[in-house]
């Protein structure tokens, strides 16, 4: 009797890969929305268009379903911050572009700064379960090491920078007045989400940043020169 041969393996499937990122983009929305402790996997199902059971197949619990959605929140933006190309851009250049790119980044993904805030109030509970989140940042220390490394080689940033603390600083100028928005603009009595008030914000920002960052001028010189196309204000 001949022997059957044996079956090839079967493909993954693309509807396996279609549902798992509809349940993924299903849960950053809803636990966005509502945080983690409100988040519920029922409305993420119903969001998704699945049975409850398939995310749990998939996923194991909601604990691990929110690290995953971490996880793919924090990559889509190391990966955006990739294609910046900010190797190829001169220093000065190259800072103004990553806090210009991660202002318009957290403007555009409200979502981001959600799951961030609520992943802080569970003290990072999840992402220290994590096996692949400090694998995930270390190119953009990277990158901006060697930023840093090139401007002091040019001659124009000072030495002794922190590359974690220039990025926590760069992306804390952003997520605080936007997280805080409208508390701010009661305090302050403008509105802050207006379209100037924005692009005014943007401009302190890098100046702040690059005038930290720049080594001291030569006397009778600026020592933060404003971006292309900006104009100075005058009073």
Not at 9 to 15: T, Y
Not at 70 to 78: F, G, S, V
Not at 115 to 122: M, T, W
Request: overall charge negative; charged content about 25%.
């Amino acid at each position: 009797m001949a022997q059957k041969p044996n079956p090839r393996p079967a493909p993954v499937s693309r509807d396996t890969d279609r549902s798992q990122a509809a349940i993924l983009k299903a849960a950053r929305d809803e636990f966005s929305e509502h945080g983690f402790a409100g988040g519920r996997v029922d409305r993420i199902a119903e969001r998704a268009g699945v049975n409850k059971r398939l995310i749990y197949y998939y996923f194991g619990n909601k604990d691990d379903l929110f690290l995953s959605v971490l996880e793919n929140t924090y990559a889509d933006i190391r990966q955006a911050e990739q294609g910046l190309h900010l190797d190829a851009l001169a220093p000065i250049e190259a800072l103004r572009t990553l806090v210009t790119f991660t202002w318009h980044y957290f403007l555009a993904h409200p979502e981001f700064l959600s799951l961030l805030a609520s992943e802080n109030l569970s003290r990072a509970s999840h992402l220290k379960q994590s096996g692949k989140i400090r694998e995930m940042h270390s190119p953009l220390v990277q990158l901006l090491d060697r930023l840093l490394e090139r401007g002091r080689a040019d001659g124009l940033f000072r030495a002794g920078i922190d590359p974690v603390q220039l990025y926590i600083s760069i992306a804390s100028l952003g997520f605080f007045y936007l997280a805080n928005n409208d508390t701010l603009s009661v305090i302050f009595g403008r509105d802050l989400r207006e379209a100037d008030a924005l692009e005014e914000r943007l401009s302190h920002m890098t100046d702040l940043v690059v005038g930290y960052a720049i080594s001291e001028p030569p006397e009778g010189e600026t020592a933060c020169p404003p971006a292309p196309g900006r104009s100075t204000r005058t009073s």
